[in-house]
C-alpha cells in the first residue's frame, strides 16, 4: 500500500495487524492472519526486514499498524514477549470459540475482550494485541495473567468432555447477536432498546442489520421463533455445507466426507454478493415440511401448486415484523463518532447513521422481493417471491479515480463538521468520574434478566452546548450528527458562509429532530465543497461529485409466526380473487427522506430507486439489479428457461419468474477508533448495473 496522510485511526486503511485487532472477534484465526499476501507465514519476517521496506517509503500493508500516538503507521512484527520469550504471535484456525463449554459469559473476557489483552505496566496495558491467545483465552479454555502473559489452562491442561463440545446458538451469538431487539432496560420496547444493541460495546457485532440477530429473542416474545420455541437452534439448520454442494476437489485427499467448517449460509445471499457455491447446505422448509403442495391444498385449492411455486414460505409465514430495524442508511450525513462536551469535542471518526422503522405493537407488513432460488442437483433457477427488510442508502460518489466511488470518509470528515450551538441530534454516555471510561450500571430486562448495560441517552433537536449532563462531566458525547457545511474549510461555523443542515423532514415525512442533507442549497454547497476538497488532495481538476440514492434488500427467514398468524389470501388479494391488490403489494415502503424538487431533477442526483415505491414495484426493481447481476443464470451461464408469468397490480407489472464489528481496545478512546463504521467508505459494497 502506498504512504498516505490521515488525521486519525478512524481514516486510515486497514491494515493486516488492524484487521486482526478490529474484526479478530468474528474472523478468528486462518488465511490472512497466517501467511501474508506472499504466501510467506507472517511471523517468518523479521523487524529489520520490515524497518528496511519503511526505511525505503514503503508501507507494506501486512506488516504495518496504525499508531495513534504517533499519528502514522509503524512497524509491526508478528512476535510478542511473553514472560521473556519472543513468540509467534499469528492467529491460527481458532476452535474454542464455538465448541468450548467454558466460553465465558462475560463479556469483557469472551470472545469480544480477549483482543484487548496487553502487556500491563503499573497497571496500564501496554505493547502488542496478543493474537495467539485469542482462542484460549476467548474460549475460556485459559486465563491469562495480564502482566507477563503467561497463559494457564484448565484441569492443567487435559481438555476432555466437559471443556469440549457441540456448538450451541450461545457460540453463534457472540458474532450473530447476544440478544433480540427486546426491552434491554426495562422501560419498554423502544427504538432506544436498538440503539443499545448496536452502540453498547457489550453487544458489539457486526450483524446489527442482517437476519442472525433475530434469531437470539427471548422466549415469550412477539417475535421468537416457532422453531426456537420447539428448542431447535442455530446449527440445527445452519450444518456445515456438504462438500457435494461446493464443488470437485473440495477435499481432494479424502475419501470419506469429512466435517466442513464453511457453514451453510441460506439462501438469501443473492442482496450481499454472495456465491451460489455457499448458499447450499442449510435446512429449508420443503427438507422438513414435506409435500408442501398437499399440505396447503385444503387452503389454496387447485391454486396450492402455482402459490408453493411463486411464492416462498417465508413470505406468508413470517408475515409481520414486530421489532424495529435500520430502514435507511445515510452515508451523505455519517454520524461523527466524538467524546467530549460544548467546550472541547474530539472527533474519532464515522459511524452508520441509521433511520429506525418498525412497530412494536401492531406489527409491520414485511417488504417483499423477487429473489433467485436454485435448485443445486439440476441448476435451476426459479424466481420467487420473497420476505426482505427493503433498506434505502443515500452517499456521495466522485469519478477521481476515473470512474464512480463512494466519497472516501477522509474527504467527507473535512467538509461535514459538528458545531455545539447548532441543533442536531446526539447521544451521550455516562461515564465514571474517576476513570473517564463508560459506566456500565445494572438494568433489569422484561424478562427479569439482570444486564450490565452502558447508560446511552439519545437526544434528537438538541444543542451540546445547553446539555446540562455534558457540562456537569458526569455524560460524554458518544455520537452525533454534522449540522454544518465547512464552505470556507476553516474548522468553525460561520454564519453567511458555511451552510447550516437542517431538521426539515424524516423519513416518514414529518420532522424528526434528525438533520437532514435534502435541500437545493444543502446539497450542491455539499457538492461543490466536496470537489474542492478531492482536486486538492487528487489535484484532478475535473472533479465530479454526485448524490446516490440506492436500495439494499436483506433477506429474511427467520421468526416464522404459528401457522394460525399467516397471511390470509386478503392480505396479497385484497377483496378480488385475482390481481395483487391486497396491502403486501399495494403498500409503500419508505426508503429515504424527501428531497427538493430541484434536487431530484438535478444531473448530479442518480436515483437508482423511487423514495417511496410499492411492495410490487421494489420486488421487481431487485429481480431486475440481480439479473443484471447475473444472479438468474444456471451454472453454464445460461438465463434460466424457466417460463415467465406477468400479474397486473395496479398498473404495476410484476414479473414472475417460476416461483455483516469490532472487537474494542481499552479505554473510551481506543473502544471508539476500533468501531465498524470507522472505515465503512472504503470498502462499501455497490451493486453494478
Known sequence: MAPQ???????????????AKKCGMCHPGGGPMEKDRDDNFLHQKALSEIQAEFDAGKIPGDYAIWSSTEKKFVPFEWKINVNGQDIN???????????SKKIATDWDTAATGTLKFRTTLNGKAVG??????????????ASINATNLTLTYVNNGTIGDNEIGRATDFHC???????????INGDGINPLDFVIQVKDLKFMHPDFMKEAMVWQFPTGSKNIDVHKAAGKGCVDCHQPVSHEYIGGGYFPSSTTLIPSHDFAKGSCGPAFGVMWNQLGGSLTCEKCHTNPVDFHTAYFGPAASTHIDKVACTTCHIGRKYFYRVKLIDWTLPMFVVTGNANSINFWGLDKHGYLYGDPVNGKYEDIAWLP?????????KWKIKPVNAMGVLLFEDNSSREFKPVLAR????????????PTKYMKVEIDPSTGKPKYSPATTNTGETLNILNIQVVKGGVIANDEDLNSGNFTLWRAVPNYIDVDLDGKYTKGIDVQITDDTGLTGTTDGDPELNTKEEVEAAINTLKKVITSATGKTDVEVKL????????????????????????????????????????????YFPYDAEVENATYFDKEIDRAPTEASYAEHIKVELTAAGYGTTDNGTATTTANAT?????????????CSIAPSAGLGGAISGLLGLLPLAFFRRKKK
Request: a negative charge.
Open 373 to 381: 432460488e436454485r435448485d443445486f442437483e439440476t441448476g435451476e433457477v
Open 548 to 591: 446516490v440514492a440506492t436500495t439494499d434488500a436483506f433477506g429474511m427467514s427467520h421468526n416464522i409466526r404459528p401457522a394460525n398468524e399467516a397471511l390470509t389470501c386478503g392480505d396479497c388479494h385484497g377483496t378480488r380473487t385475482t390481481g395483487l391488490e391486497g396491502a403486501l403489494f399495494t403498500n409503500t415502503t419508505p426508503l
Open 173 to 183: 451469538g457472540h458474532c450473530h447477536g447476544a440478544s433480540g431487539f427486546e426491552d
Open 647 to 659: 400479474t397486473t397490480t395496479n398498473s404495476t407489472s410484476t414479473s414472475s419468474g417460476g416461483g
Open 411 to 422: 474527504y467527507l470528515a473535512k467538509v461535514f463538521k459538528v458545531d455545539p450551538n447548532l
Open 128 to 141: 502488542k494485541p496478543y493474537f495467539a491467545a485469542a482462542d484460549a483465552v476467548g474460549g475460556g479454555i
Open 89 to 99: 504471535n499469528t492467529m491460527a484456525p481458532t476452535c474454542f470459540y464455538c465448541h
Open 5 to 19: 496522510e490521515a488525521t486519525n485511526a478512524g481514516l486510515v486503511d486497514l491494515t493486516t495487524p488492524d484487521y
